[in-house]
């Protein structure tokens, strides 16, 4: 229900002026997303600086049967953040609550709230001399809420897990304003249901969290990060398993770049120049962490040396300087943005068994260009963790909304493929409101029906960011 004039002033009320947006100008950026594929309409944007008060906003919301949508840092890619047409919602944007409330150097954990940016808990984590291994190109503006909302995964999965492995405890406020405080420090707990998996990854849809304890880490004083040619997919996921038995698990990041995505960064990003002399259909990113720096480069060296015999890699450059390896960096993180300067672009965020990426990329690209001929695949990303953002560029000559228009056409060719080989049609990105209609496809009705019980269960009224998930 769209909350009254006199519900409005009891919200504002509980936030004051400063947490309290009801013009249309003030609230436009929080209706709208960077992808541009989602636009809402909001009765309110509500900021509440504690728990206290997200607590009391829940408890009208519930009463009164409005729309509550939580939002963090608006950087999600499936919609989750933006309310819906209706109006009706109002939008809880999480951004005051950024405090951190405590570091235990002898529990290796830091408690935040949720507005905390992910940069933010990093630097908070840096100058305790520790590492929080949660690490996104979207990291500057994404809050720590809106990560483990969605279960972020990024660059260093691989050796650290997804957002929910680098969680302890969490304070969340249910759908009626009841608080529960989970902010409990424990490696161990076995007292009942692990209530804080219900929430991490549950994307706004069960409970707001406000606050958490998180795992840190050894800061890793050694760093090898090498930029390698590899002739296929296949001979990439060989070259991992190579590198991470010489190197005794130390493997923190393993990225697939395709030769098409170094061509559209060399043609448009100034400073981009090619790492290797010779051309390759495939390069992989590789960086190893751990306390010497000796043994690391050993390492790197033995692991690519390795590949070269194997034929799995046919050159290498092991980063020799900080900038070297920034502008390795570079080429990973900018290339989901590049491919916005080669006109439309249809993304797909899947994944398959490790074993099988080669097939899979291999399958799904001949099904794409037999539906489009032309259509360039732009397949990067996680490849360490069977995660692949298979983006399609459009033909070169053809028409941007014209390609655009064959967005789910697209999507259901691909996601087709992946559900044959028993992959997950959105690996790290959420359902939001993008694959929403889609997950029944590649859920058993059983599954259905226990995430739906979950829903009516602690949401009996349906005013957690409805039009979500499920
Ligand atoms: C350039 C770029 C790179 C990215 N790279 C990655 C990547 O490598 N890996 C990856 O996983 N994602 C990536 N993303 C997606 C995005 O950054 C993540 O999903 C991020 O975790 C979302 O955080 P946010 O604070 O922006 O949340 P929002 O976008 O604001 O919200 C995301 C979802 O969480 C819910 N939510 C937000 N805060 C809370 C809260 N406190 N309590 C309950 N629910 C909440 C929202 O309702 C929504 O459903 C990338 C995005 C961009 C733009």
């Known amino acids: 229900m769209k909350p009254t004039s006199e519900i409005l002033a009891r919200l ?83 951004s005051r609550m950024n405090r951190i409330r405590g570091i235990d150097s002898a529990n290796n954990t830091l408690t935040v709230e949720a507005g905390v940016t992910l940069a933010g808990v990093q630097a908070e984590a840096e100058m ?15 809050q720590i809420g809106g990560n483990l909302a969605s279960n972020a995964g990024g660059t260093q999965v691989l050796r650290y897990g997804n957002a929910r492995d680098l969680v302890l405890g969490l304070e969340v406020v249910l759908a009626n304003g009841d608080v529960w405080n989970g902010l409990k420090g424990l490696r161990k707990d076995n007292t009942g249901y692990d209530l804080r998996h219900l929430f991490l990854g549950s994307e706004g849809t069960l409970g707001i969290i406000t606050a958490a304890v998180l795992k840190l880490f050894p800061r890793p004083e050694a760093v090898s990060t ?57 390069y992989v990113l590789i960086e190893m962490t751990a306390g010497t720096r000796a043994h690391l ?99 070169v000559a053809m028409e941007k909304q014209a390609f655009l228009g064959l967005w789910g056409e697209m999507n259901a060719i691909v996601h087709g493929i992946v559900r044959e080989m028993g992959g997950s049609i959105s690996a790290e990105h959420g359902v939001g409101q993008l694959k929403r209609d889609e997950i029944a496809a590649t859920k058993s009705p059983v599954e259905m029906e226990l995430m739906r019980s979950l829903k009516r269960a602690l949401d009996p009224k349906g005013i957690l960011n409805p039009g979500k998930v499920v």
């Open 12 to 94: 504002k009320a509980i936030t004051g002026e400063k947490g309290f947006i009801g013009d249309d100008l003030g609230m436009a950026p929080h209706l709208e997303e960077r992808r541009e594929l989602f636009h809402g309409r909001a009765a309110a944007v509500l900021k509440p600086a504690s728990t206290e008060e997200v607590s009391a906003i829940m408890r009208i919301a519930h009463e009164a049967g409005v729309p509550v949508v939580p939002q963090g840092g608006n950087t999600g890619l499936v919609g989750g953040q933006i309310p819906d047409q209706s109006g009706e919602a109002i939008i809880l944007s999480l």
């Open 128 to 142: 305790a001399g520790r590492l929080f291994p949660l690490s996104l190109a979207s990291e500057g503006s994404c």
């Open 226 to 282: 090498a930029f390698a040619a590899v002739p296929s997919v296949d001979a990439a996921v060989s070259l991992l398993r190579i590198a991470d038995s010489v190197s005794g698990g130390q493997v923190s990041t393993f990225e697939l770049v395709p030769r098409i995505g170094l061509d559209f960064l060399t043609t448009h990003l100034e400073g981009i120049t090619d790492p290797l002399a010779d051309r390759s259909p495939w």
């Open 297 to 395: 480069d050993e390492a790197m060296e033995a692991s690519l040396k390795e590949g070269l015999e194997q034929g799995l890699v046919t050159d290498a450059a092991i980063a020799q300087s900080e900038a070297q390896r920034a502008g390795f960096w570079r080429l990973r993180e900018s290339l989901s943005d590049v491919q916005r300067f080669e006109g439309g672009s249809i993304k797909h965020d899947v994944s398959v068994p490790v074993s099988s990426m080669g097939a899979f990329i291999a399958r799904a690209e001949k099904a794409v260009d037999e539906r489009l001929p032309g259509v360039r695949v732009v397949a990067f990303g996680h490849i360490g963790d069977g995660n692949v953002h298979f983006n399609l560029s459009q033909p």
